[in-house]
């Protein structure tokens, strides 16, 4: 049974920072691109950042510069480094593998908020 659990989520100011986490569970990790989605209200659930199996990682371009996504092959976990938050990066953000039609997390939420 393929598990993905986010965690690392919650309330932040505007200028600061958070991690996500993904832990990954039931997969051969190593092998699968991962990605971070997120989904605002009123929303369609969007492509945040992605890193292939090989380590190669790609932005959607409101997030370059500010968030970096990376992965531990060992600990089966993908990370969200997330840093100069705005309010419109406010969402829940899900943990992704496989690609669209692949494998979700139940999602953590984000609130970027003075």
């Known amino acids: 049974q393929v598990q993905l659990v986010e965690s690392g989520g919650g309330l932040v100011q505007p200028g600061g920072s958070l991690r996500l986490s993904c832990a990954a569970s039931?997969?051969?990790?190593?092998?699968?691109?991962m990605a971070w989605y997120r989904q605002a209200p009123g929303k369609q659930r969007e492509l945040v950042a992605a890193?292939?199996?090989?380590?190669?990682?790609n932005y959607r371009d409101s997030v370059k510069g500010r968030f970096t996504i990376s992965r531990d092959n060992a600990k089966n976990t993908v990370y969200l480094q997330m840093n100069s938050l705005e309010p419109e990066d406010t969402a829940v953000y899900y943990c992704?593998?496989?690609?669209?039609?692949?494998?979700w997390g139940q999602g953590t939420q984000v609130t970027v908020s003075s």
């Open positions: 992704n593998a496989d690609g669209r039609y692949g494998y």
């Open positions: 039931g997969i051969i990790f190593s092998r699968y691109a």
């Open positions: 890193i292939t199996s090989g380590g190669i990682t």
